[in-house]
Structure formats: C-alpha cells, structure tokens
C-alpha cells in the first residue's frame, strides 16, 4: 500500500510537469488543429473517391477549420477512412472531441489491463510517457494501438491464437510500424495465429477496396512516398531518419536492416510469443520509413514485456530507457541527437538476441482451459 501510494504521487508530479511543458502546445490541440484534421478531411473525401488527393483534403479542412496544412496528406490505408467516415457526418469539434475521448479511453484500457507487470508500474510509465501525451495533443491514431495490443496479448494467453491474429491485423492504421510480424508468424510457426491475422486483413482489405475503389493502392503509395508528408526527417529517430543523414547512409541503412531482422528472427525463434512480440515492436519502429514521436509508443508494451519477461539485467536497463522523459525529449532535438535513441533501440535488440542464444525465454502463460482455448499452432 505505501508503494502504491508513492508510485501514484510520482505519477502525478510527472505528468503535471509533461503537461506544463505542453502548455505552448495546447491552443491548437484544444482547437483540433492537428492531425485529426487530416483525418476527417480524408473521411469526407470517401464522398467524392479522390482519398488521396492532397488538394482536395487541405479544401476539406479549410472547411472544416479554416485553414489547412500543406504537410497534411493521406496516408492511411482506406479502411481507416471507412471507420472515421461517421464522424465526418458530425461537426468538426464534436467529432474531434469524441476522438480524443475515444483515444483516452484506449490509452486507460491499456493501463488498466495489460499484465504484467500492471498496477503501479503501467501508470508510472503511462503517466511519464511523452508519446501518449504526443498522440493526444496531435490527435494522432497511435494510441488505438496500445488497445489493439492488449487485446491481443489477452487473447493469445486465453489459447484464443485466431482472435489475437485478427485483433493484431487492427494494427494496419499505422502498418509501417509492423513490417516485421511476417517474422515472428513465421520463426514461431504460428499458423492459427496467422490465419486470423490473414482473415482481418482480408475483411479489412475488402472494406479498403469497396471505399475507395481498385486504384487506392498505387494512390497510397504515392502519396506516401511524397517527403512533403515526411517533414523533418531529421527529427525521426529511426535507422532511415538517422541514415539520411550520414554518409554512405543508404548503404548502411539496408546492412542495418538486415541484421536487425535477421536478430529479431533469431528471438523470434528461440523465445516465447510476448518475447518476440516486444522485438518486433522494437525491431517494427526501427525499420519504419516514417516514425515520429507519438508513433514511439508502440514500445511501451515491449518495456513491460521486457522488464517481466526477461532474465537479463541488461535488457531490462537498456529498454527501460525508451520509456524515459530525458529520451522522449531528444526527438525536440533532431539529429545528431536522435542517434542516442536509434543506438538503445538497436542495443535492446542485440542484448535480446544474445538472451535468447542463451537460454531460450520462458514460455508464455496460458491461462485458458482446453476446452475453450485454440488447438497449438
């Protein structure tokens, strides 16, 4: 009880100094003038089958805010456009508030349910987490993916490896961020799991299709691959944000690469499910083309897979790091400095390989009866 008590003090001494140095930041987030905008612009556009078109999104959000951002383009799969499309038939502020609402509630669900550690140790590291608060501020989708997450790694200990499959497949609103799952579907050999993660992308690619027509995904592509889209690249701390800004950086983008996947395949295969999850979490954000600081969050799961799971003393210190205010922070700063942040996450993922060479990690909890849980992969 007295532990609880001085985590919850702390807590809140943290998160009133994260929202103190937010206060510069908050008339535009309390005005919707993010990237909510850009969401609800593209629902609109669902209307008129032009998804994609830059120009017409930025009219959509004049209209709804009065003004717009020429960095603001589409960049989402459609059926994330198909799920927002019924806010887009409320005004903008109703539907903003509702978002945000809906994005704090994903964030407490995830507080509240994910095990373990749980408790005191998720607020903590909730409360002083500079993505959440990022997410929130910017209205960004990020956050629904700490729910998606739960939810999965609740269902794959029930036995129910289908419906976490298809839960995982949720996580395509930021599918830049989960290149790497084909590793672990593959290293673990978990066919059940993949045939749901198959079968939700296959009900969301057909949701996709009907929306937005046969061409989205040339349409997607291009507008992804647009840098206006990208700004600040200096400022991504992943291996692409950070190569490009070095010499022979291409080069030494693709070796990295390699070795990363080849590394999380390598855990992936010696280790349980919750292990390889957090590498691929960790590995997925690394590798992604486009990351900032709210998309950062989807460590936060890996940290608290991590810190229980692993039997190594340095795994859990270094991890523990991108769950840090101080490193949060060094994403204001933007390159060189990003490098510190690319080095722990690179580090994380050589320390766990050389866990799982060494001892294979302990199997995953199954908590489920064998009458109402899935058959093995």
């Known amino acids: 009880m007295k532990d609880s008590w001085i985590i919850g003090i702390l807590s809140v001494i943290i998160l009133t100094f994260m929202l103190m140095m937010f206060v510069p930041h908050l008339e535009p987030a309390l005005k919707g003038h993010n990237d909510f905008a850009a969401f609800y612009a593209g629902a609109k556009l669902l209307d008129t089958g032009n998804l994609y078109d830059s120009v017409a999104l930025r009219r959509q959000e004049e209209l709804a805010i009065s003004t717009s951002s020429e960095q603001h383009g589409y960049i989402r ?5 198909a799920f927002v499309w019924p806010l887009s038939r409320l005004p903008y502020m109703t539907a903003y508030t509702l978002w945000e609402i809906a994005l704090i509630l994903s964030t407490l669900a995830f507080v509240i349910f994910w095990r373990p550690p749980g408790g005191g140790m998720n607020v903590l590291l909730a409360s002083m987490s500079f993505p959440i608060l990022a997410g929130i501020a910017n209205g960004q989708d990020t956050l629904f993916l700490l729910l998606f997450l739960t939810g999965v790694v609740m269902q794959y200990r029930q036995g129910h490896k289908f419906l976490a499959g298809a839960i995982l497949s949720l996580c395509a609103i930021k599918f830049h961020l989960f290149l790497l799952v084909p590793l672990l579907i593959g290293a673990r050999r978990e066919w059940r799991f993949a ?36 700004p600040s690249t200096a400022k991504m701390a992943n291996l692409h944000g950070v190569m490009g800004n070095v010499p022979a950086g291409g080069a030494l983008e693709v070796a990295i690469a390699i070795a990363v996947a080849v590394a999380v395949w390598v855990i992936c295969r010696r280790a349980s499910f919750e292990y390889g999850l957090a590498a691929i979490l960790i590995g997925g954000f690394t590798l992604s083309i486009h990351a900032y600081l709210p998309d950062l969050v989807v460590t936060l799961p890996a940290v608290l897979i991590l810190i229980v799971r692993s039997q190594s003393k340095s795994v859990k210190i270094v991890v523990f790091a991108l769950a840090l205010p101080p490193i949060h922070l060094l994403f204001f700063v933007g390159f060189p400095i990003t490098i510190t942040i690319l080095a722990v996450s690179l580090a994380t993922i050589a320390l766990m390989t050389r866990e799982a060479l060494r001892d294979p990690v302990e199997a995953d909890p199954i908590v489920a009866t064998p009458a109402t849980a899935d058959s093995p992969a």
């Open 77 to 81: 799969l459609p059926f994330h456009a």
């Open 195 to 230: 045939r749901g993660f198959l079968a939700g992308g296959g009900i969301l690619a057909i949701v996709s299709f009907a929306a937005a027509g046969l061409n989205w995904p040339l349409e997607l592509i291009t507008s992804a691959l647009n840098p206006q889209f990208s």
